[in-house]
């Protein structure tokens, strides 16, 4: 067994999750004016992200959160991390952002791992390559995001293994994610170095059910059963200009 097989990795879009929690009383208490004041700004900014995606430089989503961990996500892909953190201190000159406090955030980058790669080939020139390095957020109805570990137990450690075994249990998950084709689309996020977990999984799909049922059928598989080590789950709806709106009246 080897014990320096580290995988070539390929990368994208860097990424930012951006999760908020409103303070309803601060909120209630602005005037009616100063809220759409603070409305219209942060419209603003979400035309200038919509106008980045047009342009193909990068992509944005906003979900609306369940749950009491947070109660927004903005989430956020691009070309660098100047950009997210452009972004991060644009938002947080907002007035808007004065109402909201900031429970948890992630960073990563879009990650492919290649164990499923055509020898030979030059990844990055492959069209389904790039639009997996570089996707444009689905807007689905629903996002889960968490944060996740391969294990490094004794017993059990993933960076232990050889590159055929890691691979096969790849092969054997990729095969459970491709049943799912079309209904849940998986952005996943590398993170060693950036943030506190080893990726970032976000999921979209029009119907929740489909993050419980992939989760769940992805448990009894050796590579989650075995190594899977997961953090925090967040589970939203997603947002446009309007339903935002509507969600900020009072
Ligand atoms: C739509 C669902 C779907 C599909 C098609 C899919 C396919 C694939 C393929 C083909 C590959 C390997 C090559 C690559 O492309 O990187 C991966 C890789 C990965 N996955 Fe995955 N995955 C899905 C979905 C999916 C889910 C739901 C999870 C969370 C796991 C769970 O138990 O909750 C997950 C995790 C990961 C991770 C952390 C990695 C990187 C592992 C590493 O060690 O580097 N993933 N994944």
């Given at each position: 067994m080897s014990t320096n097989e580290?995988?070539?990795?390929?990368?994208?879009?860097?990424t930012y999750h951006?999760?908020?929690?409103?303070?309803?009383?601060?909120?209630?208490?602005?005037s009616a004016q100063e809220r759409?004041?603070?409305?219209?700004?942060?419209?603003?900014?979400?035309?200038?992200?919509?106008?980045?995606?047009?342009?193909?430089?990068?992509s944005t989503a906003v979900y609306s959160i369940?749950?009491?961990?947070?109660?927004?996500?903005?989430?956020?892909?691009?070309?660098?991390?100047?950009?997210?953190?452009?972004?991060?201190?644009?938002?947080?000159?907002?007035?808007?952002?004065?109402?909201?406090?900031?429970?948890?955030?992630?960073v990563s980058v879009v990650e492919l791992s290649n164990y499923v790669h055509n020898p030979g080939e030059d990844p990055k020139a492959n069209p389904h390559v790039?639009?997996?390095?570089?996707?444009?957020?689905?807007?689905?109805?629903?996002?889960?995001?968490?944060?996740?570990?391969?294990?490094?137990?004794?017993?059990?450690?993933?960076?232990?293994?050889?590159?055929q075994e890691r691979q096969e249990m790849m092969r054997s998950h990729g095969l459970?994610?491709?049943?799912?084709?079309?209904?849940?689309k998986q952005i996943i996020g590398g993170s060693v170095g950036f943030d506190d977990w080893e990726w970032g999984v976000t999921l979209f799909a029009n119907d929740p059910l489909e993050f419980k049922h992939i989760v769940y059928e992805m448990r009894f598989d050796e590579?989650?059963?075995?190594?899977?080590?997961?953090g925090n789950f967040l589970v939203g709806n997603v947002l446009n200009v309007e339903t935002l709106a509507k969600k900020l009246e009072v």
């Open positions: 580290a995988l070539l990795t390929l990368e994208g879009w860097y951006n999760f908020r929690t409103i303070n309803w009383e601060k909120w209630r208490a602005a759409q004041e603070a409305l219209d700004e942060l419209n603003g900014l979400i035309r200038t992200w919509d106008a980045n995606e047009a342009e193909g430089k990068g369940l749950g009491h961990k947070a109660d927004l996500v903005f989430m956020f892909l691009r070309e660098t991390m100047q950009e997210l953190d452009e972004i991060k201190t644009a938002f947080n000159k907002t007035r808007f952002a004065a109402y909201t406090e900031a429970p948890y955030s992630y790039r639009d997996r390095l570089y996707p444009v957020l689905p807007k689905w109805e629903h996002i889960c995001f968490y944060p996740m570990n391969k294990k490094r137990d004794l017993q059990d450690n993933w960076y232990m293994l050889s590159m459970i994610g491709r049943s799912y084709a079309g209904r849940v590579v989650s059963a075995r190594f899977g080590e997961f």
